[in-house]
């Protein structure tokens, strides 16, 4: 049996094996997380407004499990609160081990049809992730209970905790998004993450004895008195506050900028969300060790609010002035896919130079912070959670009002103007209490700060300067830019009928006029269905698809679905200064219904049967495009098809193929432009048919308004018209294994020798 009584080094030896927990906690957390929030989007789309409500549904969990815990570790022992922290793990990872039965399989599949309010949705994903995520908000101050012995002591070690804690989740994002989630799929990275918290629980246990009651000497000197020009324990909450709120709108907009640059990929996303943890866990870490070497933390926590908001405004302006540079164009050409080789290289390295640095500093907050608030140990666990929750709370409201208001009105560059100003009103509430306590040095500094920080506002550019810049606009050229909380959109017009890109979320998404290969994917399905009155369009792109799927008078509705709002607006810009384009009677046509949202969710939650259903050509590599190539997503189509419906699909790898094929009982392939089409009857389909239908009159036409020659059609199934393509032996594209998705991971394979649209 280990002794109760330990010297400083066994104490020590001690701490770092409960810090090495809290990092395999973390690094489980995130993979949790990252999984959990990918099962609730089936569920609740993946739109903006449904995935800030997913969000906030996981930080209202970690919230109520601080609040709970800081409510009763005061009450507890130190090896009751290590025995607490070992069930939260314990309960995280079974529930780890259970996602799939109950998220997926009932949550998804089950509850997901019969929600159709958005709100019911936030309900749904907050009682379905309540528990693990209260476990998870419990830990910090819980293991803080365990871990802190006397008041000296406090707020350095919570600040490790705190800080390795991050870093694990930070490594969790990048090991988890580049090679864990790609290599195994969702599922088993949740097996892995289990195991993880287990490991976790077993450390903490095996340390249970050795961790021991403060001795009588700490244990008297339970509190200090705050210093008399100090702040109290509510203006630190409030403080912890504001720069939750910052830290979370910064990283926000880092998604956003960052991720045009690098054409949102999971890998992408994967690397914003690593290097924002890492450097914030760094932050922790390294602010705990200076902070017996500050003489007033004060001046520190807003001196490092400050910087990290001087640094982002900077970056952000150093990459608007970069864009102009030619070797930026052409290592990051706004008209190319940048996903692989030195281009996804040099996009994800400006990535983690714009995230890392001010994460880092606004990571020494925390430890900042706890030094401020920690004066009686009697009332550790409270404070820890306390502090803990003014932080999730300022990222709560963060998210919400950054993804869902600020960006929605303000754009990007008004919404980091925005976060700059509130570094102002922080450097002006210090300048007054400097001024109060007399401390020149002090007030000096802070408003040499806010002024700095006030041109730099002022010489920002305006949002539609800074994103036309960013897609290599000209002077020649005339910009038609929108953005708002789903994301942004963007025509750069040519001179003299030039061919004018399209681009979404920094993709070219077609060009004006239309391609013939967008056309071609609009216009199959209504031309070889006998009726089809009722049309589903996933994705609009520069309109293309949308227009050809109208092609057939017999069409009465044509619905069509975009996730990015802003797609519908510039095309609507478009149509004011072009009246007698195809753009503009495609928006004036009575049969077209246009929809911003999620096109899975507008399949699944409703009961409405289609004649033709048909996806614009969504590349595999994209972000999210597992959700609309998976097996289980075409068996949605399936069903919202009726007996005699067309499904219409780029088949852009031979996975796609072949998982296409796995669902279809009759399937057509058209080729050299790889296009599937899908029923349950036979499809009829052969070179006479496809080129009669192509080249009629009404079709020649159709097409003619848009600028388009229907004959050059004949191009794109000018070699060979595949029924039922012979697939074997290939893994499918799955809900929970997205491979295509994850194609660093996952090779891809085209589906013919020619596998992507021109753009």
């Keep these: 049996m280990f002794a109760i009584n330990q010297d400083a080094g066994s104490r020590r030896k001690v701490f770092l094996f409960l810090c090495a927990a809290f990092f395999l906690s973390g690094f489980a957390a995130l993979i949790d997380q990252i999984v959990w929030q990918r099962m609730l989007g089936l569920f609740a789309g993946s739109d903006a407004v449904t995935a800030a409500l ?9 919230g109520l499990g601080s609040l709970a815990a800081g409510a009763v570790t005061d009450r507890l022992s130190p090896r009751a609160a290590l025995i607490g922290f070992v069930l939260c793990e314990i309960g995280i990872g ?4 259970s996602s799939r039965a109950f998220l997926y399989d009932f949550v998804v599949q089950v509850v997901g049809p019969l929600v159709p309010s958005r709100w019911g949705i936030f309900a749904v994903c907050f009682m379905g992730i309540l528990v693990p995520t209260m476990l998870m908000g419990a830990s910090l101050p819980l293991l803080a209970k365990a871990a802190v012995q006397s008041l000296a002591e406090a707020a350095p070690r919570i600040g490790w905790l705190y800080g390795l804690n991050t870093l694990g989740a930070g490594l969790g994002a990048l090991l988890g998004g580049w090679w864990l989630i790609g ?17 976790a629980a077993l450390i903490a246990l095996l340390l249970w004895r050795r961790v021991a009651d403060p001795a009588p000497a700490q244990a008297a000197a339970t509190s200090r008195p705050a210093p008399a020009a100090g702040f109290g324990f509510l203006t630190w909450g409030l403080l912890v506050f504001i720069s939750g709120f910052a830290i979370v709108a910064l990283e926000i907009l880092w998604v956003r900028v ?3 640059i690098a054409q949102y990929t999971a890998y992408s996303f994967a690397t914003i969300l690593g290097s924002f943890l890492l450097a914030d866990g760094l932050g922790m870490v390294l602010g705990a060790m200076w902070l017996r070497r500050l003489k007033d933390i004060r001046a520190a926590f807003f001196v490092v609010q400050a910087l990290a908001t001087l640094y982002a405004l900077a970056s952000i302006y150093g990459v608007y002035w970069l864009a102009g540079a030619d070797w930026w164009e052409n290592l990051l050409a706004a008209e190319t896919t940048r996903h692989y080789g030195l281009p996804l290289a040099a996009a994800l390295l400006v990535t983690v130079l714009l995230v890392a640095p001010p994460s880092f500093l606004l990571g020494i907050s925390f430890p900042l912070a706890q030094q401020g608030v920690q004066t009686d140990l009697s009332l550790l666990g409270w404070r820890v959670a306390a502090v803990q929750v003014s932080n999730i709370m300022g990222n709560a409201a963060g998210s919400l009002a950054t993804g869902l208001a600020a960006l929605h009105w303000l754009g990007t560059a008004g919404t980091l103007k925005m976060i700059a100003l509130l570094a102002v009103a922080l450097l002006c509430f210090w300048s007054l209490a400097a001024w109060r306590e007399r401390q020149p ?3 000096g500094g802070a408003s ?9 506002i002022a010489v920002f550019p305006g949002n539609a300067q800074f994103w036309a810049r960013l897609h290599q606009a000209a002077e020649h050229h005339e910009i038609l830019v929108a953005e708002d909380r789903s994301g942004l959109a963007l025509f750069r017009l040519g001179e003299d009928g030039a061919a004018s890109p399209f681009f979404i979320q920094g993709f070219t998404q077609s060009k004006w006029p239309f391609l013939v290969e967008h056309a071609f994917l609009g216009a199959v399905g209504p031309l070889l269905h006998p009726a089809p009155r009722a049309v589903l369009v996933i994705g609009s792109g520069s309109g293309g698809t949308p227009f050809a799927a109208g092609i057939n008078p017999a069409t009465q509705h044509v619905r069509v679905v975009e996730l990015v709002g802003p797609v519908f607006q510039v095309l609507r810009d478009f149509a004011a200064r072009q009246p007698d384009s195809a753009i503009a009677g495609l928006l004036r046509d009575p049969r077209y219904e246009f929809v911003v949202g999620d096109g899975r969710r507008a399949i699944f939650a409703t009961d409405r049967r289609y004649d033709v259903i048909q996806a614009d050509a969504i590349l595999p590599e994209s972000s999210h495009s597992g959700l ?3 097996e289980e997503f075409m068996r949605l189509v399936l069903a919202a098809l009726k007996d ?9 790898t031979a996975r796609s193929v072949a998982t296409f094929v796995a669902v279809f009982p009759h399937v057509a392939m058209l080729q050299p432009f790889p296009v599937l089409i899908g029923s349950r009857r036979p499809v009829q389909v052969d070179h006479a048919r496809l080129t009669q239908v192509f080249s009629s009159a009404q079709a020649m036409r159709y097409f003619a308004a848009a600028g388009i020659e229907a004959k050059s059609a004949s191009r794109l199934f000018r070699d060979a018209i595949l029924h039922a393509p012979a697939v074997s032996g290939m893994d499918l594209n799955a809900d929970l294994f997205p491979r295509d998705e994850y194609y660093i991971n996952n090779r891809l394979n085209a589906a013919t020798r020619r596998n992507k649209p021109d753009s």
Excluded: K
């Design 54 to 62: 997913v969000v906030g549904a996981f930080l209202l969990g970690l």
């Design 94 to 97: 079974l529930f780890a081990l």
């Design 183 to 199: 290599t195994l799929g969702y599922e088993n990275s949740l097996r892995v993450a289990a195991l993880l918290n287990l490991l």
């Design 258 to 260: 960052a991720g045009v």
């Design 441 to 443: 040095l002090a007030l």
């Design 448 to 456: 040499a700060l806010a002024v700095v920080l006030a041109l730099a």
């Design 628 to 630: 609309l190539y998976s």
């Design 644 to 652: 005699d419906g067309l499904y219409v699909q780029w088949g852009p």
